[in-house]
């Protein structure tokens, strides 16, 4: 990625606005792309809107020839997908795409207590539908592709997904990163990725929800109204890949470190 080229964000929403925000502070050359742009990207420069919507060929024009992708929303239906791809990235365009730590097998062991660590060669689940499109981009038109873990964040918070008893205290895993976390390596995979890569984005440690739940009720009194109840195991998903060939450190690595921070900014200090 040339410090001139532009770059699109198709798709601006929670993580794209979060790409956007840190690309303006580099000083890279970046524009916002929404099917609505005048409805949804209002706190971004009308110059640097762009109305885009993989479903509009019509709309498809309006990107720079020059520029470079983060295609943030999922890879499906394939065929609007694979013919978008065939009009618009040419070799000499970078893309990455946002994939989900879904798309791998859980590959449970009963004999395990901990399920295996997954990494970029364990495989895919070729039958769901965004897989295929992700697979079709990454080996006919060189995208790299970012396995995402959980994502979590200002104003979307596990604090609050305990309060609201969307989560509760089960004994399945569950991997997160942070938004920044994730907009950081976004920009640093379209600079430095390997073109036709995959790599697992996470913050390395997976928790189960009944661990995270008691933390966050020690410190902060919030318990879940859901009960305890069987869960399926989860993942762990491996996140070495990205960071040593990319060459990041993570900002939040630490979860609960992370979640007193946004406690602190919403205001919701730890009881003393």
């Not at 840190?22 to 420069?45: M, N, T, W």
Request: proline share 8%; aromatic share 6%.
């Amino acid at each position: 990625m040339s410090a001139s080229r532009p770059i699109v964000i198709l798709g601006t929403g929670y993580t794209g606005r979060w790409i956007h925000k840190l690309a303006k502070e580099q000083c890279l050359p970046i524009l916002a792309s929404s099917r609505r742009p005048e409805q949804h990207l209002g706190d971004v420069a009308q110059p640097a809107r762009i109305q885009f919507d993989l479903d509009d060929p019509a709309t498809w024009s309006a990107l720079p020839l020059e520029a470079d992708l983060i295609w943030t929303f999922p890879a499906v239906p394939l065929e609007p997908v694979q013919s978008f791809a065939k009009h618009y990235c040419d070799s000499s365009r970078r893309l990455v795409v946002l994939g989900s730590t879904s798309a791998y097998e859980r590959g449970d062991d009963p004999e395990m207590n901990l399920p295996p660590w997954i990494d970029e060669t364990s495989p895919a689940n070729l039958g769901l539908p965004r897989v295929q499109g992700e697979e079709y981009l990454r080996t006919q038109h060189g995208a790299m592709i970012l396995r995402v873990a959980g994502i979590y964040g200002p104003n979307r918070n596990p604090v609050e997904w305990i309060r609201q008893g969307r989560v509760g205290p089960t004994n399945k895993l569950v991997n997160l990163i942070h938004v920044e976390d994730l907009a950081q390596l976004c920009l640093l995979t379209l600079r430095t990725g390997q073109a036709g890569n995959v790599y697992n984005i996470s913050d390395g440690h997976p928790r189960r929800w009944a661990d995270i739940c008691a933390e966050v009720s020690i410190k902060w009194g919030v318990v879940s109204p859901r009960e305890t109840s069987p869960s399926q195991p989860g993942k762990r998903i491996c996140n070495r890949k990205a960071l040593e060939q990319l060459g990041y450190t993570l900002r939040h690595s630490d979860l609960y470190h992370a979640l007193a921070d946004l406690q602190l900014e919403a205001g919701d200090r730890i009881p003393r």
